[in-house]
């Protein structure tokens, strides 16, 4: 490259430009020859005034450059770039070592869907694959829609040392070919049709082919007099005394009680012990404060569906009558309210028009009011078996009472089995026999303001709209603290602050009136807290049942009932935890189940 030492030193005085190559850092040095360098050079000036006059290097390259470009259309550094995969390839491909070759016949009658490149041998006539392919080679190969093939051949050991390609179309059998021998098909046999159209292919299809249409959206029924006829047997209105003639001729009629909307009677059965609730509710006439027939519609449709869990009141039917209230009816009515007294005035003024609902119930049993408690144990079982039956009720039903008042609470006890009990005491027993206390039932009844999923006809949610102020701003009673607790909870969790969404479910409510049933059992009912320090007076004989009471297990049921009274007071933001921890009663009884208080 340079002849002497002399023109190595001019070359390395000369200015030269800084270059970059992708992301390298630039660099302003030269490359040294291999043969020769010299050790007294450090540094490179950065200009020299004898070199003013010599041509621009940068500007000589450029020129090289774009003449180079114009001949071969891209430049040197491109075109390397682009053959240097390529030169690596073949350079693989020849220190290939040579393996076992693949006789040439082994691929005979095989079809092949794409080019092959095969190397072959001049000596053995054998071919030899360029490459191991990792994956296994199938019995039969289906071919693509062409049907020529090209064989490239290329001998490495071709005189000179120089590759031999040699290219050769081969005819190949149709595509179809491969395919048909595959599934062993008889072209013969098979007969080509135009397509049948669908509704003809439908009409002549077998009987015993089942075609599953798509469910149809269910068209809701409005709330009107019609609607609710439909949930009725006779599908009519049926005049009233028509209706209790047919039912006092096998029952005899009393009243049970009274609602701010309805009369409830009982129909006792003269020749059976099964027993029947009549709930008598006017309605059709708003200007006179009567309940409206969404009212009476909401309620039986909560009634229907909430009868198959245990702890609701099974429902028996409904019935639509019309006419002025019956005598034998109001006989019943003067007779209760000389004996209870009464807050409904006499039902006597009712018109030929007016339209009754008469909501058939199984019977309960005596309302939790009216009710006599005989132990701690009886109260707590109570208590917590409202919290199972809400529990169950809002897991299966999204079910909220919203109106559990203790009107609304029955009990049925097994008288039976206390005689049973007092059959097997003696006096000659050593010790006292523990009097077990049988089991109460427990039923909750009156849906007016409950809210639940029905999906019927009507809709998927049954509810109340709670539109009656009269229920919020009454006082007096804790009943009418707990309506206003409700409402806090609704609308504590409604987006509008103004408009509570009594649709949504709200489980919380139903905690609230537990806290009300825990009040009543532990201070309404007559109960006084019981004694854990044993009696020191003789027990006598005709005090044998109450003598024998475990007083420990009292002790635990009234603790229990005091601890739930506590836990879930609405009055009480935080209470060993908070309150807020019970947002259901299913809450309430796990929490209970894990105290062991149930």
């Not at 909430?306 to 019309?322: D, N, W």
């Not at 409604?494 to 509570?500: G, M, R, T």
């Not at 919380?508 to 806290?515: A, F, Q």
Request: proline share 6%; aromatic share 8%; charged share 30%.
């Amino acid at each position: 490259m340079f002849s002497d030492e002399s023109e190595w030193s001019a070359a390395a005085t000369r200015p030269r430009a800084t270059k970059t190559y992708g992301r390298r850092k630039p660099f302003t040095s030269i490359a040294k020859p291999d043969i020769f360098w010299d050790e007294t050079i450090d540094t490179v000036p950065a200009s020299d005034p004898e070199s003013e006059g010599a041509p621009n290097v940068k500007e000589k390259k450029e020129r090289k450059r774009r003449e180079k470009k114009d001949k071969v259309g891209i430049t040197e550094n491109a075109a390397k770039r682009l053959l240097s995969p390529v030169k690596k390839r073949l350079e693989g491909i020849q220190s290939t070592p040579a393996r076992k070759p693949l006789p040439l016949a082994a691929l005979e009658g095989r079809p092949l869907s794409s080019p092959v490149k095969i190397l072959e041998d001049k000596e053995n006539d054998n071919a030899v694959s360029p490459k191991k392919s990792r994956r296994r080679v199938p019995e039969r190969l289906i071919l693509q829609p062409s049907t020529k093939t090209n064989i490239i051949i290329t001998c490495d050991e071709a005189p000179d040392n120089k590759p031999m390609k040699i290219e050769q179309e081969i005819e190949q059998p149709p595509p179809t070919a491969g395919l048909i021998d595959a599934l062993n098909l008889d072209l013969a046999s098979l007969t080509l049709s135009p397509p049948v159209p669908v509704s003809a292919a439908i009409d002549d299809a077998s009987p015993t082919l089942s075609l599953t249409p798509e469910p149809a959206t269910m068209e809701l029924l409005p709330i009107t007099l019609d609607t609710l006829l439909t949930f009725t047997a006779c599908t009519s209105i049926t005049a009233f005394e028509t209706y209790l003639d047919e039912l006092c001729a096998s029952n005899v009629l009393t009243k049970l009680g009274e609602a701010s909307f309805s009369e409830v009677f009982l129909a006792a059965s003269s020749a059976t012990a099964d027993k029947t609730v009549l709930k008598v509710i006017p309605f059709g006439k708003d200007d006179e404060g009567q309940c409206t027939i969404g009212d009476i519609i909401q309620e039986v449709r909560l009634s229907s569906v909430m009868s198959s869990l245990p702890g609701f009141v099974p429902f028996r039917g409904v019935s639509v009558c019309q006419g002025t209230y019956p005598a034998r009816l109001l006989e019943q009515w003067d007779a209760w309210a000389e004996s209870h007294g009464t807050e409904n005035e006499r039902p006597a003024y009712f018109a030929d028009d007016q339209m009754y609902a008469v909501i058939t119930l199984a019977h309960g049993g005596t309302d939790l009011e009216h009710a006599t408690l005989k132990s701690w144990r009886q109260a707590a079982g109570v208590f917590w078996d409202c919290a199972e039956i809400l529990g169950r009720g809002e897991k299966e039903k999204e079910f909220e009472h919203r109106d559990l008042h203790w009107g609304n609470i029955l009990l049925q006890e097994d008288d039976e089995g206390v005689a049973e009990l007092l059959e097997k005491l003696t006096v000659e027993d050593a010790e006292p026999a523990k009097v077990t206390v049988p089991k109460t039932k427990v039923t909750l009844i009156d849906y007016t303001l409950s809210r639940a999923k029905c999906d019927d006809s009507i809709g998927a949610i049954a509810y109340n709209a709670m539109t009656d102020e009269e229920v919020f701003t009454a006082k007096g009673e804790y009943q009418y603290d707990i309506y206003r607790f409700m409402r806090a909870t609704v609308l504590s969790r409604s987006e509008d602050l103004d408009a509570p969404t009594w649709s949504e479910f709200h489980s919380k409510t139903n905690v609230h009136w537990l806290h009300y049933i825990a009040d009543k059992l532990l201070y309404h009912k007559g109960l006084t807290r019981s004694s854990t320090r044993p009696s020191r007076t003789r027990r006598s004989d005709s005090s044998l049942v109450n003598e024998n009471l475990d007083m420990e297990d009292e002790k635990k049921a009234y603790d229990s009932l005091e601890a739930a009274w506590k836990a879930i007071n609405p009055r009480k933001k935080k209470l060993n935890g908070g309150a807020a921890l019970f947002d259901s009663a299913g809450d309430v009884g796990r929490w209970g189940e894990e105290q062991g208080f149930c």
